[in-house]
């Protein structure tokens, strides 16, 4: 991969270990010569990735909706910031600049984006590698959820597999650059007459 987007809280969370892990995966994706592309905050979880980046001479691409900047939260020292009109213009334009998708502890912002890049690979828009890094085990109700969803049949499993996991940043960017997407099944509706 040369360029990921990172979905994660513009809250740090009441445990350090977020914001440790944030910058941690900006720090390594810089050094790693991956450009990171994320949400262009300077606040919470997405001011220390940030941090983490810049701070390890990497690349980092922030893209705003206008009515977030204004709020003066934008962080003043990216690579690039990239300004749009709507949220869904932020996430599309984000998918467009990246090569994978990693989602850190965040509430129902990143669980939006999130799940609409899980929609767009379910629906063959994307083949790209999503990494769920659940840090402090914070995803792993999630986790549980998605399994159940195979299990009570709304979720088929390979889909289900498309999505990696892993409470460690190496181990996630491991399995995100061997990733092989798998081949999705037609989604296939029941009639009824």
Same mark, same amino acid.
């Given at each position: 991969?040369? @360029?990921? !987007?990172?979905?994660?809280?513009? @809250?740090?969370?009441?445990?350090?270990?977020?914001?440790?892990?944030? #910058?941690?995966?900006?720090? &390594?994706?810089?050094?790693?010569?991956?450009?990171?592309?994320?949400?262009?905050?300077?606040?919470?979880?997405? =001011?220390?990735?940030?941090? =983490?980046? %810049?701070?390890?001479?990497?690349?980092?691409?922030?893209?705003?909706?206008?009515?977030?900047?204004?709020?003066?939260?934008?962080?003043?020292?990216?690579?690039? %910031?990239?300004?749009?009109?709507?949220?869904?213009?932020?996430?599309?334009?984000?998918?467009?600049? !990246?090569?994978?998708?990693?989602?850190?502890?965040?509430?129902?912002? &990143?669980?939006?984006? %999130?799940?609409?890049?899980?929609?767009?690979?379910? /629906? =063959?828009?994307?083949?790209?590698?999503?990494?769920?890094? @659940?840090? +402090?085990? #914070? #995803?792993?109700? %999630?986790?549980?959820?998605?399994?159940?969803?195979?299990?009570?049949?709304?979720? +088929?499993?390979?889909?289900?597999? &498309?999505?990696? #996991?892993?409470? *460690?940043?190496?181990?996630? /960017?491991?399995?995100?650059?061997?990733? *092989?997407?798998?081949?999705?099944?037609?989604?296939?509706?029941?009639?009824?007459?």
């Amino acid at each position: 991969m040369k @360029s990921v !987007s990172v979905f994660c809280g513009s @809250s740090e969370g009441y445990n350090e270990v977020y914001r440790e892990a944030a #910058y941690e995966l900006g720090a &390594t994706l810089a050094e790693q010569n991956i450009t990171v592309v994320y949400g262009g905050a300077k606040v919470g979880l997405m =001011g220390a990735l940030a941090d =983490g980046v %810049l701070q390890h001479n990497g690349k980092i691409i922030g893209v705003i909706p206008t009515f977030l900047k204004t709020k003066e939260v934008v962080h003043d020292s990216l690579t690039e %910031l990239i300004v749009v009109d709507t949220m869904h213009e932020r996430k599309i334009k984000m998918h467009e600049l !990246s090569q994978g998708v990693i989602t850190m502890p965040g509430a129902w912002g &990143t669980m939006d984006e %999130l799940f609409e890049m899980l929609t767009w690979g379910q /629906l =063959g828009l994307h083949t790209k590698p999503i990494g769920l890094l @659940s840090i +402090n085990g #914070y #995803y792993d109700a %999630l986790k549980a959820f998605f399994d159940n969803m195979v299990t009570e049949g709304f979720l +088929n499993e390979c889909v289900n597999a &498309t999505l990696l #996991y892993s409470g *460690s940043v190496a181990d996630i /960017l491991d399995q995100m650059n061997n990733y *092989s997407a798998p081949e999705i099944p037609q989604i296939i509706t029941k009639q009824t007459t």
